[in-house]
Each structure stands twice: as C-alpha cells, then as structure tokens.
C-alpha cells in the first residue's frame, strides 16, 4: 500500500478529458514536486511531467500537472487509443532521501 | 542520448543471490551531476524504488529491502549494479535501472528493464 494514492483505473472515451489523482500528505506531496510518468503496456515508464506542472520537451501540450495542497492531479485532453497505459505519480522526498511511487492508475480509452 | 541497458541472470532458484548491472552509454556513471536508480515492478503490479547510489559514493535504500540489497558502481565499465541476497519468489519483477540529476525531482532516463524470475 503506497502512501501516495492513486485509482486503480480511470476511463473515458477518445476525444474527451480524464484528470488522474494522487493524493498524499503534508509530508509527502505537500512538500515535494511531483512527476507523472507514463507506462505503456510491456514497456519501460516515461517522463510525462515533473516538478508538478512542467512537461519535458516532445510531450505534447495535451497532457497537464496541478498540484494542490496535498494532491495533484495529471490531466489527459483529446484522448487517443494510444494514451492507454498505467500512469504514476512520483515524489522524490527530500526529507528521507527516497522516491516515492504512487500505486499506479490504469487509463482505458474506450 | 543516454541510454541505460540492464543485465541479469533471468532465473535464480529461492535463496540465491541476485546480480544485476545497468550499463550506461552517452553518460558518465561518475558525473557528480547524477545519482542512480533501481526499480522494480512485480508481474501486474505498481512500481516500487529499490536504491540510488552517487558517484561521491552516497547510497540510500528502501527500507523494506535494506538488509538484503547493496548497490555499486563500477566506473571503469561505466556500470552500476545491483545484489540482492537470499531472493524469494515475491522478488520475481522486472527490474529497471533510472537516472536523476542531483538538483532535480523526477526520473529522466529509463533502461528498458530486465525480467528476473525467482522459482524452484
């Protein structure tokens, strides 16, 4: 059990918007960046977002970080077939010099 | 472009040690810029940090694994490895080793992942 907290799967339609929370503590996200990482099925996760808003270049502006308090959420806008994958929210926490996963969330584009 | 590429045995019986090597290319494993990650994910299931190592030679574990797990750097072959003692069958996962710069939060470089079965 991940002390970040992320639904186990999410879906929605191509086309249409899906947001993905992860919800922690003061202790964890609270006072960490967060980075989003995407894993595409048989593969190796990927750098989608970091230090909660920003997106590495070749990321396409569809994909968005927010971090609020102790959440932060990725958002998915004009979704594709191909944006179905297992995402995590990730913190690195300063405190206890670790990383910290998320338990991961499943997107089906129906 | 960097690139990492684990290495394994692929299958170890219970109570074996387990070796692991990242090799590292379009990188230097002995940049003070970066520290260096294990991970692994067990079939069907979530992501879960094993230990990080830099160059300067600071070394953190996951508590959970700690008393098993040591983690290393060889510089001459531009490799980090990983050992992990007395391995079980929850220990079955792909593993996978990941880059971080020191001044930042988030993992920027993935290796594919190696695939280590622990069975009898």
């Known amino acids: 059990q991940s002390v970040l907290t992320q639904p186990p799967s999410v879906s929605a339609a191509p086309g249409q918007k899906v947001t993905i929370s992860c919800s922690g503590s003061?202790?964890?996200?609270?006072?960490?960046?967060v980075s989003w990482y995407q894993q595409l099925p048989g593969t190796a996760p990927k750098l989608l977002i970091y230090d909660n808003d920003k997106r590495p270049s070749g990321i396409p502006d569809r994909f968005s970080g927010s971090k609020s308090g102790t959440s932060a959420t990725l958002g998915i806008t004009g979704l594709q077939t191909g944006d179905d994958a297992d995402y995590y929210c990730v913190i690195w926490d300063n405190s206890l010099s670790v990383w910290v996963f998320g338990g991961g969330t499943k997107l089906t584009v129906l | 472009q960097v690139q990492l590429q684990e290495s394994g045995p692929g299958l170890l019986k219970p109570s074996e040690t387990l070796s692991l090597t990242c090799t590292v290319s379009g990188d230097s494993v002995s940049s003070a810029t970066y520290f260096w990650s294990w991970i692994r994910q067990p079939p069907g299931k979530g992501l879960e940090w094993i230990a990080y190592?830099?160059?300067?030679?600071?070394?953190n574990y996951n508590s959970s694994l700690k008393s098993r797990v040591t983690i290393s750097l060889d510089t001459s072959k531009n490799q980090f490895s990983l050992k992990l003692t007395s391995v079980i069958a929850a220990d079955t996962a792909v593993y996978y080793c990941?880059?971080?710069?020191?001044?930042?939060?988030?993992?920027?470089?993935w290796g594919k992942g190696t695939t280590v079965t622990v069975s009898s």
């Open positions: 003061s202790s964890n996200i609270g006072n960490n960046y």
């Open positions: 990941a880059r971080s710069a020191f001044y930042s939060y988030f993992l920027d470089v």
């Open positions: 190592i830099h160059y300067i030679g600071t070394t």
